[in-house]
């Protein structure tokens, strides 16, 4: 299984970026995605996660910035980042629980590599 992150880059200050995470492999489905990201010094934080039923939760410091959606039949997570600021930075990290083929009850987690997000002031 391979997730594959995009969509990070520089901004300026009260500006938005998309990021996108694409799951790829065996799948036999998948239970929560979301989004993480850990700044340089800091633990590693959610910034967003969507249930296979469409539940979202956003970490507290969203305060209503930020949108994850998801694609279910492509396997695809977006999170729509507006009023970007630079405490923002930091890298981005896509996480999938994935149910593996063979019966397996229980997911298993996966992350990605990660796509930076930069916000200058």
């Known amino acids: 299984v391979q997730l594959q992150a995009s969509g990070g880059g520089l901004v300026q200050a009260g500006g938005s970026l998309r990021l996108y995470c694409v799951a790829s492999g065996s799948i036999f489905g998948i239970d929560d995605m979301g989004w993480y990201r850990q700044a340089p010094g800091k633990q590693r934080e959610l910034v967003a996660s969507?249930?296979?039923?469409?539940?979202?939760n956003y970490g507290d410091f969203v305060k209503g910035r930020f949108t994850i959606l998801r694609d279910y039949a492509k396997a695809q997570l977006t999170l729509q980042m507006n009023s970007l600021q630079p405490e923002d930075t930091a890298m981005y990290y896509c996480k999938a629980d994935v149910f593996l083929p063979g019966g397996h009850n229980q997911p298993t987690p996966f992350w990605g590599r990660g796509t930076q997000v930069t916000v200058s002031s």
């Open positions: 969507i249930s296979s039923s469409g539940k979202t």
